[in-house]
């Protein structure tokens, strides 16, 4: 496992292992390498791991960073580099093990180092351009000029087959359900689907409905083909031309 | 509809343990059933006063819109939401032209502009609407969903499928959103709905809390809270303890109680007449 260490003088003060999450580097004791030292800012730098690469990063600190006697806003790290904060080193030790541990639980929290701000229209173009070469690649278009149907299977409802039109389909007795069941005891809202940019997904109502008879958790995507139960009732969904 | 449901509310805005000052602002409007909040952006005080002006600006809007059906709308309704939807959208849309005349008329204040998450639930139906990285979660069953998208830079990425989820959560352009109220003449609304459920919890939060605070934990804070102020309470001390480094907003809705429903009116029927 790769590791920071940190140097002042000849003695080594301390070893922090890295993982992750970032590393915090300053004056403020909360930082996960506190240094007292007039010459650190509060919150002076970070370490993390970005896109399988170490980096590391000034925070606007007032006495700057050096790496290998550089000075640097920011900058990949390897194995054996220095950094330089105030008169303290932190000697890079990156071991050859570069799977880093599963930190799944607990968020790496990354700080915000920059304010906030809104892409500027050829920022945004170009991701928009990344966008659809990304769209063709996966081929994700065709479906997207199909339209979702239900089509029931077995059940009392109103139609034998529905369009999935708006954001939101209810599936129930409601007068406001798009899926109307029949029959006394029926929930108002058994069950609902919601259009969101990526698909369709299965939601509970007063019932758990199930698809391809396992009973859902959460919000579910649907898939085309999918066999949908809420209560007695059976639906079918399908892309269709 | 005859359905109305009892929603319990908390609520709880905190500026962090880094920043200076509070760019978030929020509005709770329980006479409407409308929910709005937002984290405001732009150098000095502007922040504060782009998220402020947007959410006022929304709340009246909506206000006036119950009172009058001749309300103007702004922006382009779209067909497959609910005409109260579509207001609540065309309440975003005034807020930006609001934010964005304020901006162009004040060259100090360029660039300011804020994120939006509203809420405004009638009968069983909740209609949603955001820009920007503020987001919606629905604890139901004890199963929490994201019911927003973020439109952020990583967050769009990991949508088309170009940057893992790993590495949107260690990328240093966490901060770059792809859309946000006034900082453009028009903007793009997100619009969507949801039946709610007796048990359901409704999130608005701003990013200040979903970058400190993991899904899990907030499910489990959520989960576990005896009221939802005691989660609004929670929520806020969790982001603060994971270093609070950005202003923290939260707005808690619990979905606690339905009254005056045809099973209700059934039930007490059923248990007079033994």
């Known amino acids: 496992m790769s590791r920071l260490l940190l140097k002042f003088e000849n003695s080594i003060l301390k070893e922090i292992p890295l993982g992750t999450r970032p590393v915090t580097i300053g004056r403020a004791p909360d930082n996960d390498i506190p240094i007292d030292n007039l010459a650190v800012s509060n919150y002076h730098a970070r370490v993390y791991v970005e896109a399988g690469s170490l980096v590391v990063e000034d925070l606007n600190s007032l006495n700057g960073l050096f790496l290998n006697d550089i000075r640097v806003e920011r900058a990949m790290l390897k194995d054996g580099d220095s950094i330089l904060i105030g008169k303290h080193q932190i000697l890079v030790d990156q071991l050859h093990d570069a799977a880093l541990p599963a930190d799944a639980w607990r968020k790496a929290p990354v700080p915000r180092v920059n304010e906030t701000m809104v892409l500027d229209t050829h920022e945004r173009r170009k991701l928009l351009e990344e966008a659809a070469a990304a769209g063709e690649r996966s081929q994700l278009s065709p479906e997207r000029m199909r339209v979702p149907t239900l089509t029931v299977l077995q059940g009392r409802t109103d139609q034998k087959e529905y369009r999935v039109a708006g954001k939101l389909t209810v599936i129930g007795h409601s007068e406001m359900a798009t899926v109307r069941l029949r029959g006394w005891f029926t929930p108002d809202i058994a069950a609902q689907i919601n259009k969101h940019e990526d698909g369709y997904y299965l939601g509970r109502g007063d019932r758990v409905p199930k698809i391809n008879g396992v009973p859902i958790s959460g919000l579910t995507k649907l898939n085309d083909g999918d066999l949908i139960e809420v209560g007695r009732v059976r639906l079918n969904f399908l892309f269709r031309e | ?274």
């Open chain 2, 1 to 274: 509809m005859r359905f109305l449901l009892r929603i319990q509310t908390g609520a709880r805005t905190d500026l962090g343990r880094v920043r200076k000052n509070n760019e978030d602002s929020f509005h709770l409007e329980p006479s409407l059933q409308l929910y709005v909040l937002s984290d405001g952006m732009g150098g000095e005080a502007h922040g504060e006063v782009a998220s402020n002006l947007a959410v006022q600006t929304i709340v009246t809007h909506c206000q006036q819109s119950e009172n009058s059906r001749a309300t103007p709308t702004f922006g382009d309704a779209q067909p497959d939401v609910s005409e109260r939807t579509n207001r609540l959208a065309s309440a975003i849309h005034l807020a930006n032209r609001k934010v964005f005349e304020m901006a162009a008329a004040n060259p100090e204040k360029k660039g300011m502009g804020a994120t939006i998450v509203a809420a405004w639930i009638e009968g069983q139906r909740l209609s949603l609407a955001h820009v920007g990285d503020s987001r919606a979660y629905l604890l139901r069953a004890g199963t929490l969903d994201q019911l927003t998208a973020d439109h952020s830079l990583v967050a769009e990425k990991v949508r088309i499928g170009i940057l893992t989820p790993q590495e949107a959560d260690a990328s240093e352009l966490q901060s770059v959103l792809t859309r946000a109220v006034g900082t453009n003449a028009n903007v793009q609304v997100d619009s969507n709905e949801q039946m709610l459920l007796v048990g359901d919890t409704l999130l608005l939060c701003s990013d200040g809390l979903n970058r400190m605070v993991t899904d899990p934990e907030i499910a489990s804070t959520l989960l576990t809270s005896t009221s939802a102020q005691e989660a609004a309470d929670r929520l806020i001390e969790l982001a603060n303890e994971y270093g609070g480094m950005d202003n923290v907003s939260v707005i808690v809705l619990r979905v606690t109680q339905k009254s005056d429903g045809v099973l209700d009116r059934l039930k007490v029927w059923k248990r007079n007449s033994g």
